[in-house]
Nanobody, 124 residues
Framework: VHIVESGGGLVQAGDSLRLSCEDS????????LGWFRQVAGKEREFVAA???????YYIDAVKDRFTISRDNAKHGIYLQIDNVKPEDAAVYYC???????????????????WGTGILVTVSS
C-alpha cells in the first residue's frame, strides 16, 4: 500500500474541507477503510469507517457534519467535514483493515495500514 494524502491545512470555523487518501499501489480499495484523528497528548480516536459495499459507521460527535466516502476504482477514501469546529483540529489518519464487523468503531489495533497523517488546524 502506498497512500497519497491531500486536504487539510488551516481553515476557519464554519468552513468545509475534504480530506483524501488514495493508494497508488491500487490495493486499498479491497479493504474496509476508515478515518481516525489524534490531538497532541491524547490517544488516536476513531472517527468513521466504510465497508467496500457502502456500510458506514460514525462516532456520535461527527455524524451530523462528517461524510465518509470511497472510490474503489481509485482505491481512495475521503472525509468531507462541513461546518468545521475548533474541536475538529487534529491530525487525521486514514486507515485500512480487513477486520471490521460494521457494527461499531474500527479498532486501532486491527488497522493493517495507516496513512502518515493530515494536519487540520482551525481558526475561530
Amino acid at each position: 500500500v502506498h497512500i497519497v494524502e491531500s486536504g487539510g491545512g488551516l481553515v476557519q470555523a464554519g468552513d468545509s474541507l475534504r480530506l483524501s487518501c488514495e493508494d497508488s499501489s491500487r490495493t486499498m480499495g479491497w479493504y474496509v477503510l476508515g478515518w481516525f484523528r489524534q490531538v497532541a497528548g491524547k490517544e488516536r480516536e476513531f472517527v468513521a469507517a466504510m465497508s467496500r459495499f457502502g456500510d458506514t459507521y460514525y462516532i456520535d460527535a461527527v455524524k451530523d457534519r462528517f461524510t465518509i466516502s470511497r472510490d474503489n476504482a481509485k482505491h481512495g477514501i475521503y472525509l468531507q467535514i462541513d461546518n468545521v469546529k475548533p474541536e475538529d483540529a487534529a491530525v487525521y489518519y486514514c486507515a485500512t483493515t480487513v477486520s471490521w464487523t460494521g457494527l461499531g468503531p474500527m479498532e486501532a489495533s486491527a488497522v493493517d495500514y495507516w496513512g502518515t497523517g493530515i494536519l487540520v488546524t482551525v481558526s475561530s
